[in-house]
């Protein structure tokens, strides 16, 4: 079992920025590829970014491209979600998810790809 902790959430004018992290238990997390999902009112749970469990190889949706980056610590079980420039249409409660692939494939990039899921954190961004 893995167990996902998700801090860094807030309220942040436009154009600020915000670093999410998302806290693991569970001594095979350096083998688990990690990610970040997030999800408006109303609207579906969609991909962020994801990161394998090297560090060699990420992937960031376009949305976000450019602006977000994604980053982990496998010594501290600890995934990061910088996000920068952020808008308004970036409000949401983010979400950290965990699966036991070490690598990305097409799965890692959606919903159904994840066994394990944190709570939550909500990302307001006023304009």
């Known amino acids: 079992q893995v167990q996902l902790v998700e801090s860094g959430g807030g309220l942040v004018q436009a154009g600020g920025s915000l670093r999410l992290s998302c806290a693991a238990s569970g001594r095979t997390f350096s083998g688990y590829t990690m990610a970040w999902f997030r999800q408006a009112p109303g609207k579906e749970r969609e991909f962020v970014a994801a990161i394998s469990a090297s560090v060699s190889k990420t992937y960031v949706a376009e949305s976000v491209k450019g602006r977000f980056v994604i980053d982990r610590d496998n010594a501290k079980n600890t995934v990061y979600l910088q996000m920068n420039s952020l808008k308004p249409e970036d409000t949401a409660v983010y979400f950290c998810?965990?699966?036991?692939?070490?690598?990305?494939?097409?799965?890692?990039?959606?919903?159904?790809?994840?066994?394990?899921w944190g709570q939550g954190t909500q990302v307001t961004v006023s304009s």
């Open positions: 998810a965990a699966r036991s692939v070490a690598w990305l494939d097409t799965r890692a990039y959606t919903r159904g790809g994840y066994n394990y």
